[in-house]
C-alpha cells in the first residue's frame, strides 16, 4: 500500500486522524495547512478536496474525507494497532460515538467559530455564537454523562472514539469556549489526561504545536 498523506491544520478537526495515524505506528506523510492564511481554498488544496476542509487522507491516486471514515478506515486498515473494537455491540457503540461527534458536536462547535455559514446578516452573528455555545456545553455535559465510569470510551479498551474525544476536550478549553474542562467535566478531563500519556500523542501534539491535557 502507498504511503498515505494527511493534510491537516493545527488543532483543527484533523487532529483525530492524526493520532490515530501515529497510533499505527505505520509510515506516513503530513501536508499543513494554514487555515487563517486560506490555504484550504488554495487551488492545489481544493484539486485535493473540493471541500476545502480538513482532514483528507490520500493514498497514491486516493483521497478520503471526513473525520469518521477516516478513523474507521485507519482503524481498519491497521488491524495490528488494535484501534477498533473486536466485539460486534463494542462496534456499534464505537460507530453511535463516531456519529454522534460528528453530527452534533462538530456543526455546533461551528455556530460559535463559524457564525457567518449561518447567516449573512453579521448582527446575528452574536445571537448564534450564544446559542451555540450553550448547547455545546449541554453536549460537552452529555459526554461527561458518557464517561462517567471512567477508562476509554468504548469496552473498556482504546480504539479510534478517543482521540475523536480529545479532540473536542481541546475546543471546549479553547479561547472559544474558556470551559473550565477539570471543574465542569471531570471525568472527560481525566480521559484526556490519560490520552496525555500517550506516545502518539505527545507526538502529535509537539508537531501540532498543541499544549497537552494538564
Known amino acids: 500500500m502507498a504511503t498515505p498523506t494527511l493534510y491537516y491544520a493545527p488543532g483543527a478537526c484533523s487532529l483525530a486522524s492524526h493520532i490515530a495515524l501515529e497510533e499505527t ?15 484550504q481554498r488554495s487551488g492545489a488544496y481544493l484539486a ?22 477516516i478513523l474507521r478506515h485507519v482503524a481498519r486498515a491497521y488491524p495490528d494497532a488494535g484501534l477498533w ?15 454522534w461527534l460528528s453530527t452534533s458536536h462538530h456543526p455546533t462547535y461551528a455556530h460559535i467559530r463559524r457564525p457567518e455559514r449561518y447567516t449573512a446578516e453579521e448582527s446575528a452573528f452574536p445571537e448564534i455564537q450564544a446559542k451555540g455555545l ?13 464517561l462517567s465510569n471512567g477508562g476509554w470510551a468504548v469496552g473498556g479498551r482504546y480504539s479510534v472514539v478517543d482521540p475523536y474525544l480529545l479532540l473536542f476536550w481541546t475546543w471546549g478549553r479553547g479561547p472559544a469556549c474558556r470551559f473550565d474542562m477539570a ?12 490520552m496525555a500519556e500517550r506516545p502518539a500523542v505527545q507526538a502529535v501534539f509537539a ?5 497537552l491535557p494538564r
Open 48 to 69: 485535493v478536496n473540493e471541500r476545502g476542509r480538513v482532514p483528507a487522507l490520500v493514498t497514491g491516486d486516493w483521497v478520503l474525507t471526513e473525520n469518521s471514515a
Open 134 to 146: 450553550d448547547t455545546f456545553g449541554d453536549l460537552c455535559t452529555m459526554t461527561e454523562v458518557r
Open 25 to 39: 505506528g505505520a509510515p506516513y506523510e503530513t501536508a499543513r495547512l494554514n487555515l487563517q492564511a486560506g490555504d
Open 207 to 211: 508537531r501540532e504545536g498543541l499544549d
Open 85 to 99: 473494537p473486536q466485539d460486534l455491540r463494542d462496534q456499534a457503540v464505537a460507530d453511535e460515538w463516531l456519529c
Open 183 to 194: 471543574a465542569r467535566f471531570p471525568a472527560w478531563t481525566e480521559h484526556a489526561r490519560a
